[in-house]
């Protein structure tokens, strides 16, 4: 008997699951200690499907390839002061908001997907997670390299780090990395893999990159054209997941559906500060954020849940909210900012005529009734030499740890508060999205490290703003307030006038 | 003879982050290395204790029983980050393509003897599962940690040892003519041939140890020490006449092990160099392991090299010696 030669799939199969082995000289349940306690019902490992089958001897071929074209474009970028050749000052901002908030959430995902890749009993998924853990890391490393000369001219770059642990906005991100991260290797899995990376990555990872793009950022554009395979294989990873969990047990619909609900808002929430991006940091915008939740939620995501509505899964609970929210968010957060600018790594500024133009024409329902008149009337107070600062530090939501500054559903002049009761405390939240969350797991939300909370716990270096940002490393005049009459500002004029002088 | 370029010099305000700057000197420009790897791990201000492990936090120093006043200290001397290390091991990949290319135009795996072929079916290919078992223990380093300096490069290593294992798997594909029966039955052979289970019970053990520096320390100096060296380094008698073929075809992993023993090398010398208490602690700790692989490898080397069990002696005794050049008392 001569046995037959293998197929790709039998051979890759060889290469990755044939490695494995039921251990006897310890039990199982204890090499693999985090996989149960969940409440995830997995029959037959074996039935994972390999989204793609990439064995190392390729991934360090693609990968090495990518990274020499990506390397030589960021040196020839720093080379040729490509910083100045970006479309305006005022967009070095983004990239402060960036590596602020995003890459550190890279990090987060890349020892997350370690976590996945250990301890999930399936090798098949196990070795998925171990190569996005690898991607994630690239991810990081290379975004630092890219902003890199970015921060040798621009202030609020320098410090991203040790802010991503201690900056009140920065809490937004990190506690929704801090809180998958925190879950079991299945939540982790469905939070990062199946909401983040699947449903929302359009929301995140395209705006940064178009803007980019729209910019004349080319460093940075150059990375996301050379992460673009990376993220793919990550989105086939995350929609594989959640099949895999929903076809191996129906006990397993109840608690997916949760963490879908959960994570979808969560997500929705962290996205807020991308739709302030967009809407209002690009000096040559994209798109509008509704213009994005339509195309890249409410179509793709549409069609991604009625696909898998035959698992008996429905669409995310509020995601109807969200939508409603999309003509409202990027005003309201882009206004938090503005009040509380002192307090912020990068600078503010009210959009000009032009760009409010631009705004009433994408958000004609609500621009010019609801936000142009308070923009203009900060406008005046400016410039009557009353600027508007916030010296009040506002209430927190205890889930998603944004100011409460958000309104009710259908009534956009109201602020929105809820609250519950735990082991005697009262906790606020900014909607019925981060309530839920949070009395599905109070335990676990009753411990957020609310910044607020922190500073007049005097945990933050002091009661004084000074004090305060000197716990952030945040350079006072240089990092934050306006754009206008900042240093960034003056050396982009500078440049400009420069280029000007060259040109005669 | 140089030519020059004029280009336009515009004065930096900063040559690098905060954080580098703070540890390399102000004014002075930083690696990607460096900046790829200092304080990128979260230290502090953490939201929720992990569900399944309440008593520490996600990153946490306490998950070792070593401490370091900076987990920042134990440097890579490779200074790999993301794109240093896949662009060395896509080059590393490319000499393991010409060496199959060559095994299979020559027809090598036809030209072995029966008895050199069954000595790699018995102890070469059962090897896989080591790598795997590896990979398992340096993804939990990478998960469990502290600090990027060792995090980043043990996902490197862990990434190796998966492709170390698929190397494995495409010689016993190269074997059995691409019908993967061959692997199937060095499964069996690591499950229940006697000469493996103190390997494998070694390994297994290795899975449920909860000190990520302990991990480290078993499995970069006593598995990679006793186990690997025996087989790689130390057993071109063991291959009969297929020596030469075995030599070629995993001379990927005599590249890696020389590669990778810098970095985890230095790593322990570091570690243990921060005070008496961690070089008490880590010595303790390679004596017991070191002793553990070579009572673990001794069937096996006596089976493989019929030397009643003086290769897995000889490999303990070269790890030893390393041990002691890191500064360990054993």
């Known amino acids: 008997m001569s046995a037959k030669k293998l197929g790709l799939k039998q051979r890759y199969a060889h290469m990755t699951r044939g490695l494995d082995w039921e251990t006897s000289y310890q039990p199982m349940d204890k090499v693999f200690p985090y996989d149960s306690f969940e409440g995830i019902k ?375 508060f809820r609250s519950s009761r735990f082991r005697g405390e009262t906790y606020h939240f900014c909607s019925d999205g981060c309530k839920d969350i949070f009395d599905a797991e109070p335990e676990k939300f009753a411990q957020s490290w609310l910044p607020v909370h922190q500073i007049f716990q005097g945990n933050c270096g002091g009661a004084t703003i000074p004090d305060v940002l000197n716990y952030y490393r945040l350079a006072n005049g240089a990092d934050n307030l306006d754009y206008v009459g900042s240093p960034d500002e003056k050396l982009w004029n500078e440049w400009q006038a420069d280029k000007l002088k060259t040109a005669v | 003879m140089t030519i020059q370029i004029k280009t336009v010099d515009m004065e930096p305000k900063r040559q690098t982050f905060g954080h580098v700057a703070r540890r390399i000197g102000e004014g002075k420009s930083a690696t990607r290395y460096q900046e790829g790897t200092f304080d990128v791990q979260p230290t502090t201000n953490f939201h929720y204790k992990p569900l399944y492990e309440p008593e520490y936090w996600t990153y946490d120093p306490r998950k070792t029983r070593v401490v370091m006043e900076d987990w920042y200290k134990p440097l890579d001397p490779r200074q790999y980050y993301y794109a240093t290390y896949n662009i060395s091991r896509a080059t590393m990949n490319q000499a393991v393509e010409r060496n199959f290319t060559f095994a299979e135009e020559r027809a090598l795996a036809d030209k072995m003897s029966p008895a050199a072929r069954k000595q790699i079916e018995t102890y070469l290919l059962p090897l896989r599962h080591l790598h795997w078992g590896a990979n398992m223990n340096m993804t939990e380093i990478t998960q469990r940690g502290y600090g990027t300096a060792i995090t980043a490069p043990a996902i490197f290593s862990a990434g190796d040892h998966l492709g170390m294992a698929q190397i494995i798997s495409r010689i016993g594909l190269l074997l059995d003519g691409q019908t993967g029966v061959s692997l199937d039955l060095a499964k069996e052979v690591w499950i229940n041939d006697p000469a493996w289970q103190g390997i494998r019970k070694l390994t297994e053990d290795s899975f449920v140890e909860r000190d990520w520096f302990h991990l480290f320390v078993i499995q970069t100096l006593a598995i990679n020490g006793v186990i690997f060296d025996l087989i790689y380094k130390m057993g071109d008698a063991g291959w009969a006449d297929a020596q030469m073929t075995i030599a070629l075809l995993t001379e990927f992993m005599s590249d890696w092990r020389s590669d990778e023993s810098r970095w985890s090398d230095a790593v322990i010398k570091t570690v243990a160099a921060e005070s008496e208490a961690n070089r008490a602690l880590i010595s303790q700790w390679a004596s017991t392991c070191i002793g553990a692989a070579v009572e673990a490898t001794r069937p096996l080397s006596a089976a493989f090299l019929g030397d009643g069990g003086a290769g897995a002696e000889m490999a303990g005794e070269a790890t030893a010696k390393r041990a002691r050049g890191l500064g360990l008392t054993l």
């Not at chain 1, 001897?57 to 040196?75: G, M």
């Not at chain 1, 621009?154 to 506690?175: A, Q």
């Not at chain 1, 954020?289 to 035959?310: C, H, N, P, S, V």
Request: charged residues 20%; neutral net charge.
């Open chain 1, 42 to 416: 997995i029959k037959d490992w074996s039935a994972w499907e390999d989204p793609f089958r990439l064995t190392m001897d390729t991934y360090w071929k693609f990968q090495a390839e990518k990274e020499r074209k990506l390397y030589a474009v960021i040196d020839a970028f720093a080379q040729n002061n490509g910083q100045t050749g970006i479309s305006d000052g005022r967009y070095a901002n983004v990239l402060k908001l960036f590596l602020t908030g995003i890459s550190p959430a890279e990090y987060q995902a890349h020892r997350g997907f370690a976590f996945a890749g250990r301890h999930l009993r399936g090798v098949g998924p196990r070795v998925a997670a171990q190569m996005q853990s690898l991607d994630e890391l690239r991810h990081l490393q290379t975004q630092i390299h890219t902003i890199s000369h970015y921060n040798k001219h621009f202030d609020g770059i320098s410090e991203f780090s040790h802010m991503h642990d201690r900056v009140w906005y920065l809490s937004v991100p990190k506690s929704f990395f801090d809180d998958a991260r925190s879950a079991g290797p299945f939540e982790y899995m469905i939070a990062i893999g199946f909401a983040f990376e699947y449903v929302l990555t359009n929301l995140l990872f395209v705006p940064f990159m178009s803007g980019a793009a729209y910019n004349g950022d080319m460093s940075t554009v150059t990375f996301g054209f050379s992460a673009q395979s990376d993220e793919s294989r990550h989105m086939t990873l995350g929609i594989e997941v959640i099949k895999f969990l929903l076809e191996q047990h129906p006990d397993n619909l109840p608690i997916v559906q949760k963490w879908v609900d959960k994570w979808f808002w969560r997500g929705h929430r962290v996205l807020g500060l991308v739709a302030m991006m967009m809407d209002y940091m690009l000096p040559k915008p994209v798109m509008s954020w509704k213009e994005a939740w339509e195309i890249y939620y409410t179509q793709a995501g549409g069609a991604l849940f009625q696909d898998l509505a035959r698992y008996g899964l429905r669409p995310p609970k509020y995601a109807d909210i969200a939508t409603a929210e999309a003509e409202h968010i990027s005003h309201q957060n882009w206004a938090i900012f503005y009040q509380y600018t002192h307090a912020a790594a990068f600078h503010t500024w009210i959009p000009d005529a032009k760009h409010m133009d631009w705004l009433s024409e994408k958000y004609p329902n609500t621009f010019d009734k609801y936000y142009r008149p308070r923009w203009e009337m900060w406008g005046r107070m400016a410039k009557e030499g009353k600027r508007f600062y916030n010296m009040a530090l506002p209430q927190l939501c205890q889930t998603c740890q944004i100011p409460m500054g958000y309104t009710e559903p259908g009534d956009p002049t109201t602020i929105a």
